[in-house]
């Protein structure tokens, strides 16, 4: 799965699973990209890294905003090259609330930085993959997208629309040379976790089969795979990492 030469872009790499896709990147050899909009944290993270030698930047993004998601790109391709692999990982759970308490705001900020997000980044990259004929495109939805979590409709929601949009667009480079899959994590341990009630975490756990959360190397190494090589006749999938949760 050695991925020596290759640029990847993650988003939301200040923490959690983007920062272990971030490590687990690098350490297959890729040069790596992290934006977050938390600059502060995300530059401390990378100095850990790169003082181990792994080559990894940091940039400043928010994904909801196309100028800042283009400026982005282009400020790591000017530091590494074309881009190679784009992580869509940024992503909150929002508000937990039943659907009369949730306000439109609570509603709109689910849905830019959960599936606008993709819609921007993905833009933002696809012409240079198309022109190079290669390209992998990997995004973080979530198992609440296939079977909807109670009291988390935008998030269900937000996280359905991105399984759709890996379908669609897979299905419009598929003969480009460029690969379009999704993820859907169960419960992962990460600070996103403290968005939620006790309640809500005990629900999702509940379900899991193998009885306990996931680890963010875990979903790593599975983006690993889908970035390299080795995946090369899948696309268009939305593959669970789930413990044994996902129905279908």
């Given amino acids: 799965?050695?991925?020596?030469?290759?640029?990847?872009?993650?988003?939301?790499?200040?923490?959690g699973i983007g920062l272990a896709i971030v490590e687990r990147l690098a350490r297959e050899g890729a040069r790596v990209a992290a934006t977050d909009i938390d600059f502060d944290t995300q530059s401390a993270e990378v100095k850990r890294l790169t003082g181990e030698g792994l080559s990894v930047t940091a940039f400043q993004c928010d994904v909801t905003d196309r100028a800042s998601v283009e400026a982005a790109v282009k400020n790591a391709e000017a530091a590494y090259g074309p881009i190679d692999v784009?992580?869509?990982?940024?992503?909150?759970?929002?508000?937990?609330?039943?659907?009369?308490?949730?306000?439109?705001?609570?509603?709109r900020r689910v849905m830019e930085i959960d599936?606008?997000?993709?819609?921007?980044?993905?833009?933002?990259?696809?012409?240079?993959?198309?022109?190079?004929?290669?390209?992998?495109?990997?995004?973080?939805?979530?198992?609440?997208?296939?079977?909807?979590?109670?009291?988390?409709?935008?998030?269900?929601?937000?996280?359905?629309?991105v399984i759709g949009f890996t379908k669609a667009l897979a299905k419009e480079v598929a003969q480009l040379g460029i690969y379009v899959n999704a993820i859907a994590p169960a419960v992962i341990e990460t600070p996103i976790l403290q968005q939620l009630t006790p309640e809500q975490v005990q629900y999702m756990v509940q379900r899991i089969p193998l009885g306990r959360v996931g680890q963010p190397h875990e979903v790593a190494a599975l983006v690993?795979?889908?970035?390299?090589?080795?995946?090369?006749?899948?696309?268009?999938?939305?593959?669970?990492?789930?413990?044994?949760?996902?129905?279908?």
């Fill in 86 to 107: 784009l992580v869509n990982n940024a992503g909150i759970a929002g508000r937990a609330a039943p659907l009369e308490a949730l306000s439109d705001s609570d509603w």
């Fill in 115 to 161: 599936v606008t997000s993709v819609f921007l980044c993905s833009q933002a990259v696809i012409s240079g993959m198309k022109a190079r004929k290669s390209g992998r495109i990997i995004n973080v939805a979530s198992i609440a997208g296939k079977e909807g979590n109670p009291n988390m409709i935008p998030y269900s929601t937000a996280k359905a629309g």
């Fill in 1 to 15: 799965m050695a991925l020596n030469g290759r640029v990847a872009f993650v988003t939301g790499a200040a923490r």
């Fill in 224 to 248: 690993a795979w889908l970035a390299s090589d080795e995946c090369s006749f899948t696309t268009g999938q939305c593959i669970d990492i789930s413990g044994g949760r996902a129905t279908y």
